[in-house]
């Protein structure tokens, strides 16, 4: 006799949130891997440092534009299969990125590598929403969001390191690498869609149906007629567009008391790594607490602790509430995702969509506005990100004022 279908259809948690998240740390680390390498990227390029950050730009818009289209079409097609068909197609895009003789033809190629990036972040989500247990859900959502997050900080270390080594040429070879190899990983680790016995109990919510094309983008339209949604997807733009902010800064002009040396930029962007890996540990813990509300309390919390940072007192002074910061960003880019998709009905993997076009859109705005004040000093960026983090904390109570106020 076989299983019953309930403890048939989750996935084993281990091997799935550990694969989706490591690949997940590889395609968002696209994002962040040119930050070490501006000055080399302009050197070869015959451009300005502060013209080669449109390079992040260029790949973070793409980036999230591609989640209004790859969304839906995981809702469509299933979730592996436009995991597995988008990174098969990211290695060729990275590759050409390689390749890039100048700048002109380097965004264009950066716009190309952002598109087939994007086939995977929404489908992650949904695949995680719907696939795992769901008393380990809070745990796998938090380990995908911070390997996300876990990117920025992951992602530089390694550049550094290799574009030092190698060059900026042999970073994105190497990632090319990397991404075929973890198409042929999550082949083999992600579940194939479970069909309904009965066609008509599939809504498309579950990745399995077939969603008339007319109906696609129709969810978006509902999504952001609800004003709480719209105000939680404006402070989104603050999760990202705050975390990319800060250390396009770092780049850009180094803090007081941080030489503008390899080692001393390494070692600040390594200080963050450990929140990245606690967060996720305390997400039983922090479960306990309204996902509202937690988005609240963590983009105050990295408003206030970048504010911090912006006092001139050294080296180690700034690495402290670097940490604190990004801990904060960790906890808010979770309990943001599970805050939308709780309003979002069957519409989860347009939900998750827009929240991860947000995220990116928020990513591509970060590198200009510390380009804006960076002449100003790394202080006036900090204080910059921190009116932004703010300002996506007072967006986020302001949509949990919206809910209280509709009951």
């Not at 949604?229 to 989104?236: D, F, K, N």
Request: with cysteine; hydrophobic share 60%; glycine share 10%.
């Amino acid at each position: 006799m076989s299983a019953p279908a309930e403890t048939e259809v989750w996935a084993p948690v281990g091997r799935t949130v550990g694969a989706v998240c490591a690949v997940g740390i590889l395609v968002v680390g696209q994002l962040y891997v040119v930050l070490p390498v501006l000055n080399r990227l302009a050197a070869d390029w015959d451009t300005s440092k502060s013209a080669a950050t449109w390079t992040t730009t260029a790949f973070g818009l793409a980036y999230g534009a591609g989640f209004l289209v790859t969304g839906p079409l995981s809702d469509r097609w299933g979730r592996r299969p436009v995991i597995v068909g988008g990174l098969a197609a990211t290695v060729v895009s990275t590759l050409l990125v390689a390749a890039a003789p100048g700048l002109v033809t380097g965004l264009s190629v950066r716009i190309l590598q952002g598109l087939t990036a994007s086939f995977f972040a929404p489908a992650a989500f949904a695949y995680l929403s719907e696939r795992i247990a769901p008393e380990r859900r809070i745990f796998a959502l938090t380990c995908l969001t911070s390997s996300f997050l876990g990117a920025g900080v992951v992602a530089q270390v390694l550049a550094q390191l290799i574009g030092n080594a190698l060059g900026w040429h042999a970073i994105f070879v190497a990632g090319a690498i990397a991404f075929a190899v973890s198409a042929v990983v999550l082949r083999v680790v992600l579940q194939p869609p479970a069909r309904s016995a009965d066609p008509r109990a599939d809504d498309g919510d579950s990745g399995t149906g077939v969603v008339p094309s007319r109906s696609v983008f129709a969810p978006f339209v509902e999504l952001l007629r609800q004003s709480r949604l719209a105000l939680l997807y404006l402070s989104c733009l603050a999760i990202l567009g705050s975390f990319v902010g800060v250390y396009t800064g770092i780049q850009l002009a180094p803090p007081k008391g941080v030489g503008s040396g390899n080692g001393a930029l390494l070692a600040l962007r390594a200080s963050a790594i450990p929140a990245m890996v606690a967060i996720p540990l305390l997400a039983g813990r922090l479960g306990g607490i309204a996902p509202a509300t937690r988005l609240v309390a963590a983009l105050g919390a990295a408003a206030l602790a970048v504010a911090v940072a912006a006092v001139p007192l050294g080296g180690v002074w700034v690495a402290v509430w670097l940490f604190v910061f990004v801990a904060a960003i960790a906890v808010a880019a979770p309990a943001a995702v599970q805050t939308i998709t709780a309003g979002a009905g069957a519409a989860r993997g347009a939900a998750t969509a827009l929240y991860t076009f947000a995220l990116f859109l928020g990513a591509s705005a970060g590198p200009q506005l510390a380009n804006l004040v960076a002449r100003h000093g790394y202080s006036a960026v900090a204080l910059a990100v921190a009116a932004l983090s703010a300002t996506g904390a007072a967006l986020a109570a302001a949509a949990g004022f919206r809910s209280a106020w509709l009951k």
